[in-house]
Structures are given as structure tokens and as C-alpha cells.
């Protein structure tokens, strides 16, 4: 390795995993290297493991501390960017986390934060699936439902950074909602995360549906969506439910900036065209025809990598 080359790392901070890699000045991803996030240490046990994990992950790509230029972070929740302040975190239970300012502290490195899901789509429209379309939405379906919204090149973050928190679009009627990790009722996030369809499978087995998910000790998104696949009759129905809210949602966003692409990416979007077909016929069911015409829904290339790749990026391209 050029010894005087700079590197960039960049951190995909998820509910149950904290993934690093490190990046060189052309956003190429070299190496990667993660561990548990364990929520259940809070704020600041969370940020130690970052320091931790980043550090294992330079010594490992074998390069020196000195040649990282800077460090992106991805977090889910409400984010304060100018600042570097997390307001807000649903699913890690977090409220007022001055992140930038610990992981300086504690990294002795400049330090950029943006949202989870807007760094994962950033990612993907500077070398995935959004690569050369201007227009473009993200989801990411993972233990929440994160969005990343382009139009015309830029990220749409809007006036105080909610923009594109996509699993918050309140679209299940009243009748049918459920409890958000966010304090609202409805949201898209409560039937389409991997949370969301776990828990609606448990409700199934509770209520005594005849269902083999009732054999399966813990339940994962997993096992729904190859249940369903499998043909058992509750889970087609969750994952019905899932790709219904989340076609009714790519409708909404359809007249509101008109992307070209929804792309699609997270752990529950790892069920491939079975979702996807799905998503596909809800979304031209709800959609306008103007609004819909030529655009199409595609699986995320980066994979788990797009965050990473992006929250690297936030020193380089943003
Ligand atoms: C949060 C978003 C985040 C998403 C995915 C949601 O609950 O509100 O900020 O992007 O989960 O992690």
C-alpha cells in the first residue's frame, strides 16, 4: 500500500451490526470489517465499539492511522447534520447524541454524519443502481425502513433533515395501524422492516393462524418471506401487506419528485423478485400513469456496502 496515499472509512451503524470499511480517494471500497452494535449499551458504549471497530478495521487494511483523512458516519434517525447531533433514533432508543463531536473526540479525525439510509443512497447513486439516473428513491429494508430521495443529482434532506424518512409516510389506514418505534401510529416502517414483519408473524401465531411459522422458535424476516415463498398462507399474507404499503408509498413519492428508479436494498430486500414483483404491482395499481410510466423498481447493487461506500463518500463527493 502507498504509504502516502489518504484513505476515508465510512460507517454503516445499524441496529444489530456496525459495519466500517475504508475507501481511497476514488470512493473504491478496500476493506471492510464489522461487529455488534449492542444497543443495549446506549449512546456511549455504541460510539466505543465505533472507535474500536474502526481502528481494527485501519490495522487490518494495513494502513497507518495518519492517512485517513476523514470519517463518515451513517446513522438511522433525525439528525441534526450541521451540528452532527443525533435528535432522535426510534429503533436505538437515542435522543440528543452530540455523535460527531464523541467520534472527533475519540477518533482525532474530522468527522461527517448523515443519515443511515441517505448515505446508502448515496452510495448507490455514485456506483450501484442509481448510477447515471438523476431522479431517484432508495429504501432501505432493514429493522427500520429508511429512504434516500435524489432529484436532479442532490439529496433531498429538506429544512431540518427529515427529508426522505420514508419509513415514517403514515399509509396504513387507521383501521389496521400499528404502534411506531417513532411514536406515531401507521407507518410504513410498522409492516415493512424486518421489526414490522416479525412482528406481525408472532401476531399471527398468537391469533392461532395455522401457520408454520407457529414451529419456528424465533422468528426472523427471513423465515417469513421463505414461508411465504413456500406458500404457507399467513406468511404470503404479511409480505402481501409489506409490498402493498411500500408500492402505495413509491406511488405517493411518485407525485411528489417523480424519480425514474426506486431502488431497493436493506435485509428483507435480499428476497429478490418474489418482493419485488409484488412491490411492482401495488406501485402501478396506486401510481398515476403519467407518474409511473418508464420507471422502474430495481434490488440495490451495493448490497450491505452502500452504506459504507456512501457515509466514506460524505468526505469526497458530498
Ligand atoms: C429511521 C430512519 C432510518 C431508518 C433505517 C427509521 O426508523 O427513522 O432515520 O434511516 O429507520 O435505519
Known sequence: MNTKQSFYIGIDLGGTTIKTGICDGDGELLAVYEGPTEADKRAEGVLQNIELYVRELVSRAGCSWEQIAGVGAGIPGFLDFQQGLVKASPNLGWRNVAVKEILEARLGKTVKIDNDANAAALGEVWGGAGAGISNVVCYTLGTGVGGGIIVKNSLCQGFNGMGGEIGHLNVVPDSEAIACGCGKKGCLETVASATGIIYMA?????????????????????????????????????????????????????????????????????????????????????????????????????GNNAGVVGAAGLHLFG
Open 202 to 302: 408472532k401476531e399471527a401465531v398468537i391469533r392461532g393462524e395455522q401457520t408454520s411459522l407457529a414451529a419456528i422458535r424465533e422468528i426472523t424476516a427471513k423465515d417469513v418471506l421463505d414461508e411465504a415463498k413456500a406458500g404457507d398462507p399467513a406468511a404470503v399474507q404479511i409480505v402481501d401487506r409489506a409490498a402493498k404499503y411500500l408500492g402505495k408509498s413509491m406511488a405517493l413519492l411518485s407525485v411528489v419528485t417523480n424519480p425514474q428508479r426506486f431502488v431497493v436494498g436493506g435485509g428483507v430486500a435480499k428476497a429478490g423478485s418474489y418482493l419485488l414483483d409484488q412491490i411492482d404491482r401495488y406501485f402501478r395499481e396506486y401510481a398515476l400513469e403519467n407518474a409511473r410510466e418508464n420507471v422502474d423498481i430495481v434490488p440495490a447493487v451495493l
